[in-house]
């Protein structure tokens, strides 16, 4: 079957960095995103990897590794702000969307 | 732009009663699709489609028909409603997943079902 892989909850501090991360299994592979999801409201996009390495955009940056099956979210200089959930999914060989379950980052002062 | 659009935000219902949850995008987007979210579980494809006339199920469809008539509309009808379907609902559109380029999903605010 096909499975994403996320810790269910993370804590860190204001100011510092968080680096998130997703394991997948999936009947071949389109690109994988990373959306934020704060309470209460709908998912945004962050980022999407199709080749391997990093990608940077200002304080986030994700990084892909598809022999791995292996991805993750780093977020610099955190802020209150980025409490959230920190969804992955990838696309499979048939473009359909494969979720995780989402990280919760708590974000403390 | 409005970008996706969706309707009620909140709805209670009682099991057996019917209802629909109307989306629409003016995205000019071929693709739209129906998620539920449910605590503890990634986001589940409910139904979706690739263009007006064209809908197809996705992980999780039944008690729920969908239609779309137009490029714009693609309304979500529940049926007979029941207590598992109390659940936070999301529609979402994109250009084709199939071609080129991310292809980002834009969803709706969403619509939050309790089926008592």
């Known amino acids: 079957g096909q499975n994403i892989d996320q810790p269910t909850e993370m804590t860190a501090t204001e100011g510092a960095i968080v680096q998130i991360n997703c394991t997948y299994q999936?009947?071949?592979?389109?690109?994988l995103f990373w959306y934020q999801q704060h309470a209460g409201e709908a998912p945004t996009f962050l980022s999407y990897?199709?080749l391997d390495g990093l990608e940077e955009k200002g304080r986030f940056s994700s990084f892909l590794s598809r022999s791995k099956g292996y991805s993750y979210l780093l977020l610099k200089e955190l802020q209150m702000k980025d409490s959230a959930s920190y969804l992955c999914?990838?696309?499979?060989?048939?473009?359909?969307?494969?979720w995780g379950a989402g990280t919760k980052l708590i974000i403390k002062p | 732009n409005a970008g996706v659009t969706q309707t009620p935000k909140f709805q209670v219902l009682k099991t057996g009663q019917s209802m629909t949850l109307q989306c629409a995008q003016d995205?000019?987007?071929?693709?739209m699709s129906w998620y539920r979210q449910d605590p503890g579980m990634g986001l589940r494809l409910i139904h979706y489609?690739?263009?007006?006339?064209?809908?197809d199920q996705g992980e999780v469809p039944n008690g729920y028909n969908v239609s779309r008539s137009t490029t714009e509309d693609f309304p979500l009808r529940l049926l007979s409603a029941a207590p598992s379907q109390t659940s936070v609902y999301f529609c979402?559109?994109?250009?084709?997943?199939?071609?080129?380029?991310?292809?980002?999903?834009?969803f709706g605010a969403g619509s939050r079902l309790t089926v008592l």
């Open positions: 979402a559109s994109s250009y084709l997943q199939s071609s080129s380029g991310a292809n980002v999903l834009t």
């Open positions: 995205m000019n987007h071929e693709y």
């Open positions: 489609s690739v263009g007006a006339g064209i809908t």
């Open positions: 999936t009947s071949g592979f389109n690109g």
């Open positions: 990897n199709v």
């Open positions: 999914a990838v696309r499979d060989s048939n473009y359909q969307l494969i």
